[in-house]
């Protein structure tokens, strides 16, 4: 093998799909998804909370204070989730969009019956009941 030269091991993916050089959360995005992603290394949120590092306990956390004021929309958003090592990329779904590029099929998640959102949404809704 030439000097310098990736070994072929290095650039082939083992017998699963499995990439030695990945992190146990991460999967092998296609090149579309890769760009702009973000960093993959671990990263502070406006919390002060350690993203990407797999050590979920964080006395910045708003899980380690929580109180019966505390709205969960404070989870909510890209600030909590590491754009290359999240556990929700092992998910088939994830994995067949992200590594295969198969999109969804609509409407899997949908509830049209049914209201998800929390009750602060509802208060700029009608009641039913007027």
């Known amino acids: 093998m030439a000097a310098g030269a990736a070994s072929e091991t290095d650039e082939t993916l083992l017998a699963g799909g499995d990439d030695p050089a ?5 999967i092998n995005f296609l090149p579309e998804f ?6 993959r290394t671990p990263f502070t949120n406006s919390h002060g909370v350690v993203i990407g590092d797999h050590d979920y306990e964080s006395a910045s956390s708003p899980l380690a204070n929580w109180t019966v004021d505390t709205d969960p929309a404070i989870m909510a958003g890209d600030e909590w989730v590491h754009p290359f090592k999240d556990i ?3 998910t088939d779904e994830n994995r067949n969009y992200f590594e295969r590029g198969l999109a969804p099929a609509a409407g899997i998640f949908m509830h049209p019956d049914k209201n ?5 949404a509802e208060a700029d809704e ?3 009941a007027e």
């Open 116 to 120: 998800t959102s929390y009750a602060a």
């Open 22 to 26: 990945l992190d146990p959360f991460e």
């Open 88 to 90: 929700g990329f092992q």
């Open 126 to 128: 009608p009641n039913e």
């Open 34 to 39: 890769r760009e702009g992603r973000g960093p």
